[in-house]
Nanobody
């Protein structure tokens, strides 16, 4: 299973970006999907998470600005980021909990990360 993230870049404060991530390979079932982020010198932290049925949760600092969504038919997860702040600068990683067959236990997979830089 591979997770391919895209959509990062450089944006001015107050701007918007949309991240996308696709799960490919041998995928039977995708459970939770999420976006984590890691700023320079800091630990990786959860930005937003979404279950297969669409229940979401967000880091407190991102509520109202970021929106996570998914397309189950395409095994994709998205992160719409609005009103970006310099503090949002980080590498953003997509995550998926994936079962590769009906009989296999699900396990965690990570994308390669995409850089988001917000200038002031």
């Amino acid at each position: 299973v591979q997770l391919q993230a895209s959509g990062g870049g450089l944006v001015q404060a107050g701007g918007s970006l949309r991240l996308s991530c696709a799960a490919s390979g041998t995928v039977f079932r995708v459970n939770d999907m999420a976006w984590y982020r890691q700023a320079p010198g800091k630990r990786r932290e959860l930005a937003a998470r979404i279950t297969s049925s669409g229940t979401t949760n967000y880091a407190d600092s991102l509520k109202g600005r970021f929106t996570i969504s998914r397309d189950n038919a395409k095994n994709m997860v998205y992160l719409q980021m609005n009103s970006l702040e310099p503090e949002d600068t980080a590498v953003y990683y997509c995550y998926a909990d994936v079962a590769r067959s009906r009989w296999a236990d699900a396990r965690a997979y990570w994308g390669q990360g995409t850089q988001v830089t917000v200038s002031s």
